[in-house]
């Protein structure tokens, strides 16, 4: 056994150490704070990407964003442009409705109803009636359009207030009240 001095200064017999193992702690410690930097390094960058990709997705978003809102205007200049187009097309088709306009039926009826003498310049459309002017080579071929008008169920009745000319020419004018059109103010 030993036996052991309590006496004796234990301080100065301490056992020194080997440079090998010193320099393996040494080496092992700066190994170990090595890998901690390059793992506190990378989790640094891994945030730092983190950010730019987050970044990244809202400048995205807000690019998707402008583009849907440049096409909802785009869209909405077209539905405009589209609101106006319909409008001045309830206005044009108001006014068809509401203007006397000489359709194909009234056009073959007179065109029935005229003479072979019978020539018609002009044909105007006024409210509840049509104004017409021609030539005629006789008076009864003016008498007969007149009556071929008054027999057609189109018209109500024909006014010839006028007959003027010679022998061989002979101009007239007259108003042809449509169905239903009542007596024009100017015809007494």
Not at 167 to 181: H, M
């Amino acid at each position: 056994m030993f036996d052991y001095n309590f006496f004796k200064d234990y301080r100065g017999n301490k056992k020194k150490s080997e440079p090998g193992v010193m320099i393996a702690s040494v080496i092992l410690l700066t190994v170990l704070i090595g890998i901690g930097g390059i793992y506190a390094s990378n989790l640094y960058r891994l945030e730092a990407i983190r950010q730019d990709l987050w970044e990244l997705d809202e400048e995205i978003l807000i690019i998707k964003t402008n583009d849907d809102y440049t096409r909802v205007l785009r869209k909405q200049e077209l539905l405009n442009k589209l609101d106006v187009i319909a409008t001045q097309v309830e206005v044009a088709r108001d006014q068809l409705d509401s203007s006397e306009i000489i359709d194909e039926n009234i056009f073959l009826v007179l065109t029935d109803a005229l003479p072979v003498d019978v020539e018609l310049n002009t044909i105007t459309v006024s409210e509840g009636g049509i104004s017409v002017s021609g030539i005629s080579s006789s008076r009864p071929a003016i008498a007969e359009f007149q009556y071929n008008i008054v027999k057609s169920d189109l018209f109500d009745d024909m006014y010839i207030p006028s007959i003027s000319g010679v022998e061989g020419t002979y101009s007239f004018s007259g108003v042809i009240v449509l169905e239903g059109g009542g007596q024009d103010e100017n015809i007494q």
